[in-house]
């Protein structure tokens, strides 16, 4: 049977071949809406702060002051006059309200809304969400928001015991959200287009501009710096400028970048990039375990002696080390350093500290990241 730093070393092997055999697998290019963003085509986020309502007793509770103050000001601008100090909001939760809103929404359009509790209401289960006014970053109001919860989840509990499944102190309202203004923006009358790039890199940017350019038939495209190209509009696109990105959106290119490896400590995940190559190392890797253990001997005497019971102490010391043969690597691919560590019979454990080692010896010429 296998031990569990057997099947974790596996389940890494595993890992690292799937890569391995998904770059030395023929090469397929990338459609260029996949790597990149247009300018103009971007949501733009709304937030607000509102009252959820109904809720069956698991609202905020009565230290929770600005939801009180929030239900006496909502109740007193409705002409209804109030003690807020006898107030209960444990039928009511303060909530944020965030949205994103697309650059082409027009007034009319919904969207939907997530609904997050800010105060110490146990769920939002069963709510109802009041008009809430959704705000840009300049001030202004672009939507607003109202409608009954859609919560993802329970929550129940006793006096003794508790269930729980998901979040509920979270939900979401579709097509709650009814935009009231738009984004003061033309798509169609741009005169040029920024393309913004996924990945910072200077091939793949210039080959973006080649692409760009053989597709267009002429010099329109030009790369400012290593994830931005600029694509100046043809005079037959004047004003169409949504036919032209139709066609250009589906280029296909395939995207290069910076030889990595990145290692997830709690997981144990190695990914290692198709670039990463080694410099001639020897690498050797190893444990030292050192057992003491403490078993005291009790002497006792037999019935009716005329003696005492003494303790003995009695300890027992044990090294153990593991013997690793030294492995030479002279690497240029991904092939021989999976092998080397292999062949060494690394565990997950074992190959971050191994790549470490190796990235500060100058040996590992690749990007090592570390989540």
Excluded: W
């Excluded at 057997?6 to 890569?19: D, E, K, M, N, Q």
């Excluded at 600029?230 to 037959?236: A, D, G, N, T």
């Amino acid at each position: 049977m296998c031990g569990p730093s057997s099947l974790r070393a596996g389940l890494v092997r595993f890992v690292i071949i799937v890569v391995l055999a998904a770059f030395c697998g023929p090469a397929y290019g990338a459609r260029l809406k996949d790597i990149a963003t247009f300018g103009g085509v971007r949501s733009n986020d709304l937030v607000g702060y509102g009252l959820v309502v109904g809720l069956p007793g698991t609202g905020d509770k009565s230290g929770s002051r600005f939801t009180v103050q929030s239900m006496a000001n909502m109740l007193e601008g409705m002409g209804v006059k109030v003690d807020r100090s006898a107030l209960k909001p444990k039928n009511v939760a303060a909530v944020m309200v965030t949205v994103k809103m697309p650059a082409s929404s027009r007034p009319g359009s919904r969207l939907d809304a997530t609904v997050s509790s800010v105060g110490d209401a146990a769920s939002l289960l069963g709510g109802v969400l009041l008009l809430t006014p959704l705000k840009g970053v300049d001030g202004n109001v672009y939507a607003l928001c109202q409608g009954p919860l859609a919560v993802g989840g329970f929550s129940a509990s006793g006096e003794a015991a508790s269930a729980t499944k998901n979040i509920t102190t979270v939900g979401r309202i579709p097509g709650g959200a009814v935009v009231e203004r738009s984004v003061p923006f033309s798509f169609n009358e741009q005169a040029e287009v920024a393309i913004q790039l996924g990945v910072e890199d200077f091939s793949t940017a210039k080959q973006v501009t080649d692409t760009l350019n053989r597709a267009m038939g002429g010099q329109y495209a030009a790369a400012q710096d290593a994830s931005t190209v600029r694509l100046q509009v043809p005079p037959k696109y004047q004003g169409n400028i949504v036919a032209l990105m139709a066609s250009l959106e589906n280029l296909e290119v395939r995207p290069d970048s910076r030889a990595k490896v990145v290692v997830d400590e709690k997981t144990g995940t190695v990914v290692l990039g198709a670039n990463v190559t080694l410099s001639k190392v020897a690498v050797s890797h190893g444990n030292l375990n050192v057992i003491v253990s403490e078993q005291p001997q009790v002497s006792q005497p037999g019935a009716f002696a005329q003696g005492r019971t003494v303790v003995t102490p009695s300890t027992q010391v044990g090294v153990r080390e593991e013997q690793r043969r030294l492995i030479l690597m002279d690497g240029a691919s991904i092939q021989e350093l999976v092998d080397g560590l292999n062949a060494i019979g690394a565990t997950p454990r074992d190959l971050i500290s191994i790549l470490r080692t190796m990235k500060s010896a100058g040996s590992l010429h690749a990007d090592l990241e570390v989540l």
